[in-house]
């Protein structure tokens, strides 16, 4: 079974322009999180869908970053511009709904370097 | 809100020489405490997940136990290949499904 799968997996962009990370969560998982660590921290939450629908967006920093999950499959996470303080790895992860053990499947993970 | 705290920051350990990672939390109603483990350039990797206080879980050298206020994650006789950074992370009924994570802790094992 194929697990969680971000690309790319790195990038490296300028301040200001626009970069857009994708994942596709393990297939029949309607949980997709995704997450971010910045360097010397913990890795924190940036947001949740269930299927197609946003659940908790409680995590996303600002208006710069905006996630979608067309059609329930995959999910992409748009930084437009992109600021400095953007830059770490994030992660995207995925789980059953209604499973009581529902642990999150991580993916490797996109760093992304804003210069 | 809730907190996780993880120590040591780092540890470094010789073959086959025992110890105990921590994991200290407080949460609004523990829905789940999970252990991962996270080897450089990779995402993390699911161990355990615990769900009250006195439950116990155990994978080849490692074992995760659960009290109301930590967790710990006993590692024994550990080899080199046990070397990676262990992360601890909670779900609480306050946050619906999101985990809160520790900054984890860097085990080093050497021969």
């Known amino acids: 079974e194929a697990g969680v799968t971000q690309f790319p997996s790195h990038s490296v962009i300028e301040k200001g322009q626009t970069v857009t990370l994708r994942c596709d969560p393990i297939s029949g998982h309607d949980n997709l999180y995704w997450y971010r660590r910045v360097m010397g921290k913990e890795i924190k939450f940036l947001l949740h869908f269930v299927k197609e629908s946003k659940q908790d967006e409680s995590g996303m920093p600002n208006n710069r970053f905006l996630a979608e999950r067309t059609g329930g499959t995959y999910s992409t996470l748009k930084v437009q511009p992109a600021e400095l303080e953007d830059s770490g790895v994030y992660f995207c992860?995925?789980?059953?709904?209604?499973?009581?053990?529902?642990?999150?499947?991580f993916g490797q993970g996109t760093r992304l370097t804003v210069v | 809100e809730d907190q996780v705290t993880q120590s040591p920051e780092a540890l470094r350990l010789q073959e086959g020489e025992s110890s105990s990672l921590n994991c200290s939390y407080t949460v609004s109603g523990l829905r789940g405490l999970f252990w991962y483990r996270q080897d450089p350039g990779k995402g993390p990797e699911f161990l355990f997940t615990l769900y009250s206080a006195g439950e116990e879980k155990e994978k080849e050298r490692l074992k995760a136990t659960l009290t109301k206020k930590e967790s710990f994650l006993h590692i024994t006789a550990p080899k080199p290949e046990d070397s990676a950074t262990y992360l601890c992370a909670v779900r609480s009924s306050g946050t619906a499904s999101k985990l809160t994570f520790g900054t984890g802790t860097r085990l080093q094992v050497t021969l």
């Open positions: 992860a995925s789980s059953q709904v209604g499973h009581s053990n529902t642990e999150a499947f």
